[in-house]
Every structure is written in C-alpha cells, then in structure tokens.
T-cell receptor
C-alpha cells in the first residue's frame, strides 16, 4: 500500500507570494491533517479535513487555508507569505481521524520564504 | 493550558546502551498518548499508542510506559542502534466535538554514536 505523498518536496518563495501544497493520503483514508513544523515550535496543528469538510482547526491566521477533494486528496494554501512561514509542512492521514487511529505522515514539504 | 513537555531536549549515547525519554503532560481530558520517531528530513512514524488505562506498550526495542495519575510517560530504548538516531515526539490526544485535537511535545533529539 502506497504511503502518504506530498508535493512538492521543496519550495522557495518570496515574501508576499502565495503557495499551494498538495497531499495524497493512503488509499481508503478519509481524514487528512496538516501540520507546521519549525525548530523552535515543534509540530503545530493547522487543520483537519474529513469527507471534504474541515472539522478541526488550529490557531493559525486566515492566510492559511485548505480543502479536500472527493478522492480525499487535500491541498493547503498560504497567501501573502511571511518570513516566519518558512517551515516543514507535514500532512498526515488516517482512516477516520478518531482515536486510537494512527496517523500516517508524509515526508513533508520544505517551504523557504525569502 | 494543555501542554506536553519532553525531556531531555537532546541526548547523546553510545551504541548498545539503553536510554529513557520523558514526557509530562497537563492535558485534560485525555484520550490517548502516542510516541513518534522522526528521522531527519522525514515525517514522523508511530511507535506506540496507549489509552489512559494502559500502563505499558512495547514495539521491539521500544517500550513506552504511562502513569495517568502523575501524567507522565516514558519511552525506553533498549540496546540502542545507530538507526535510533532521530527525534522522538510525544503526542497527547484530546476529545474535540466530532474528532480529536493533538497536542505535540517539542521532541527529544537522540544521537547514537558508534
């Protein structure tokens, strides 16, 4: 069974630009969560999608948004990029998102904002 | 405030030695606790998951313990190998309407030397 895939793996943008990251979950998984990981803050939860609906959201500004498609693939968008948005963005999928479901993480997208 | 704190921040040990990583949490209510291993440049991989009623869970050379009364968990690594060099992240899940929220620790960076 293929794992969680994320594209692109690396991205360099400049301040003010916007970016879209993509995540394909494990086949059959309906829950997709997004996380931001930085050396100082560790992993921080962005949002979770289940059956095309956002059902959980972290404490990030509205510049961060996402969506999920009918095939469970998900995209995350960051508008008006800031230097502080430089991070590793991880996507994780699980069957239902319910405990004790295990979340399976993708390799991440490394975003650098110049 | 729901928090998960891990110690030590970093650890260096010699190959073949044992080590124990700590996780203290103030999260309430508590659903389950997971330990993840994250290799450099890759997404986290689940090692163990325990509900509040479980005291210990093993996965090969990894053994996690949980004391729900003191809100402490530990991850013990036996006979360490070079491949154990990674960050270890403790995550506590909290019930949230229709789903769960995940509170992440900032991790312990383990380096195993030959």
């Amino acid at each position: 069974k293929a794992g969680v895939t994320q594209t692109p793996r690396y991205l360099i943008k400049t301040r003010g630009q916007q970016v879209t990251l993509s995540c394909s979950p494990i086949s059959g998984h309906r829950s997709v969560s997004w996380y931001q990981q930085t050396p100082g803050q560790g992993l921080q939860f962005l949002f979770e999608y289940f059956s095309e609906t956002q059902r959980n959201k972290g404490n990030f500004p509205g510049r961060f948004s996402g969506r999920q498609f009918s095939n469970s693939r998900s995209e995350m968008n960051v508008s008006t990029l800031e230097l502080g948005d430089s991070a590793l963005y991880l996507c994780a999928s699980s069957y239902s998102g319910g405990a004790p479901d295990t979340q399976y993480f993708g390799p991440g997208t490394r975003l650098t904002v110049l | 405030k729901n928090q998960v704190e891990q110690s030590p921040q970093s650890l260096i040990i010699l190959e073949g030695k044992n080590c124990t990583l700590q996780c203290n949490y103030t999260v309430s209510p508590f659903s389950n606790l997971r330990w993840y291993k994250q290799d450099t440049g890759r997404g986290p991989v689940s090692l163990t998951i325990m509900t509040f009623s479980e005291n210990t869970k093993s996965n090969g050379r990894y053994t996690a313990t949980l004391d729900a009364d003191t809100k402490q968990s530990s991850l013990h690594i036996t006979a360490s190998q070079l491949s154990d060099s990674a960050s270890y992240i403790c995550v506590v899940s909290v019930p949230y309407p229709g789903t769960y929220k995940y509170i992440f620790g900032t991790g312990t960076r383990l380096k195993v030397l030959a």
